[in-house]
C-alpha cells in the first residue's frame, strides 16, 4: 500500500512540475508576443488554480488515507473484541452442543470413522471434501454417510442435520 502512495505522489509531483514549466514558458511566450495584460492575466490564475490543486492533492491525500487507516484499525479492534466475547459466552453452550451430538453418535452406534464423517456432514462438508479431508477415497466416504443414515433411520444429509439443528431458534426480533 505504501508503495501505491509513494507512485501517486510521484505522479501529482510530476504533473505539478510540468504545469508550472508550461507556465513559465507560456508566460514567457506571451510577454515576448507583447500580449495583452487580459491573456496574462487568464493564463497565470488558470495555471495558479491547476497548480494549488495538485499542491491540495499532495498534501490532503496522505492526510485522507491515514485518517481511513485509523478508522479501519478501531472498527477492525471492535470486531476483534465482539468476536472474544461472542466466542466466551458461546463457548459453553458449543461444548455442550458438541457433546450432545457425540452422544446422539454414540446411541447410533457410530465407529469413530463414521463418528468423523457425520460431523463434517452436519458442518456442510461435500463427499469429495471429506475424502480429501480423511485422505480417503469418495466412495468410502458415500458409503460410511449411506451406513450413518441406515443406523440413525435417517434418510439424507439434510436430515441428518435437520436433527441437531431442528430445535434452534433464530434470534428474536427486538
Not at 40 to 49: R, S
Not at 132 to 155: F, G, M, W
Amino acid at each position: 500500500m505504501r508503495k501505491i502512495h509513494d507512485i501517486e505522489q510521484l505522479l501529482v509531483i510530476i504533473a505539478l512540475c510540468i504545469v508550472l514549466m508550461a507556465a513559465g514558458f507560456d508566460l514567457f511566450e506571451d510577454w515576448q508576443k507583447g500580449e495583452g495584460l487580459n491573456n496574462v492575466f487568464l493564463d497565470v490564475i488558470a495555471n495558479l488554480f491547476v497548480g494549488a490543486t495538485l499542491i491540495y492533492i499532495l498534501i490532503q491525500r496522505p492526510r485522507a488515507t491515514r485518517l481511513k487507516n485509523q478508522q479501519l484499525e478501531q472498527a477492525m479492534h471492535s470486531s476483534r473484541a465482539d468476536l472474544k466475547k461472542w466466542k466466551a459466552k458461546a463457548s459453553t453452550l458449543l461444548e455442550g452442543l458438541g457433546a450432545k451430538i457425540d452422544e446422539q453418535f454414540s446411541d447410533w452406534q457410530l465407529s469413530l470413522a463414521e463418528k468423523e464423517v457425520a460431523l463434517f456432514l452436519v458442518k456442510g462438508y461435500s463427499t469429495k471434501e471429506i475424502a480429501r479431508l480423511r485422505d480417503t477415497h469418495e466412495k468410502t466416504v458415500r458409503q460410511q454417510a449411506s451406513s450413518i443414515y441406515n443406523k440413525a433411520t435417517l434418510d439424507s444429509r439434510a436430515e441428518l442435520a435437520a436433527f441437531f439443528l431442528e430445535d434452534l431458534w433464530l434470534p428474536q426480533a427486538n
